[in-house]
């Protein structure tokens, strides 16, 4: 399993309510990312955010990473930058 993490700042902690309430409501992943998992932390009184999509292949992380990147972000109503992407290999994966 692979992880690709972005990092997001400088939000108002209303929009990034608003943009996991909109996650949420969606019924997948967007066109192109083969995810097949995705974590969404929020800390709204620092306006930050990582999202996580997991892939079960390297070859998927690839295929969605370059959506990803390809995406245009939405109009920035407060929503913040995008400030870093890194991808790692899962070592752990424990849910209780």
Not at 72 to 79: K, L, M, S
Request: proline share 7%; hydrophobic share 35%.
């Amino acid at each position: 399993m692979y992880a690709r993490v972005a990092r997001w700042e400088g939000a108002d902690g209303e929009a990034l309510r608003r943009s996991a309430e909109n996650i949420k409501s969606q019924s997948g992943p967007p066109p192109g990312v083969p995810a097949k998992g995705f974590l969404m932390l929020i800390d709204p009184d620092s306006g930050r955010n990582l999202s996580i999509a997991l892939f079960e292949t390297e070859d998927d992380l690839r295929q969605g990473d370059e959506a990803l990147n390809a995406m245009t972000p939405p109009e920035n109503d407060g929503a913040g930058e995008r400030t870093s992407v890194e991808k790692y290999e899962v070592a752990v994966d424990i849910r209780l």
